[in-house]
């Protein structure tokens, strides 16, 4: 069983920074990807960032400069920095990671709105 659950969502306002963090749970292969993604109301889901088991990483062109992934693999957990926050941040973010071998799993999301 493989599990995924996260924290540190929240209300916040704009320029203020929030930290998100992503506890996997469960045998989940070494080679794979975790990352981030958010859906705000009436768009479509984003990713926002992601980073490789090996340390490479990607984000939307949005939060460049902004946001910052990382990932601590001895305790299997992703994280997701957010400074500068912006009111076009608000929404659902999930976490998700993909394995190599295929398997893929979502965390239950987490709210996060930014206020003007």
């Known amino acids: 069983q493989v599990q995924l659950v996260e924290s540190g969502g929240g209300l916040v306002q704009a320029g203020g920074s929030l930290r998100l963090s992503c506890v996997a749970s469960?045998?989940?292969?070494?080679?794979?990807?975790m990352g981030w993604y958010r859906q705000a109301p009436g768009k479509l889901r984003e990713l926002v960032a992601s980073i490789t088991s090996g340390g490479w990483r990607n984000y939307l062109d949005s939060v460049k400069g902004r946001f910052t992934i990382s990932r601590d693999n001895t305790k299997n957990t992703v994280y997701l920095q957010m400074n500068s926050l912006k009111p076009e941040d608000t929404g659902v973010y999930y976490c998700n990671v993909r394995s190599v071998t295929g398997g893929e799993y979502w965390g239950q999301g987490t709210q996060v709105t930014v206020s003007s």
């Open positions: 469960g045998r989940i292969f070494s080679g794979n990807v």
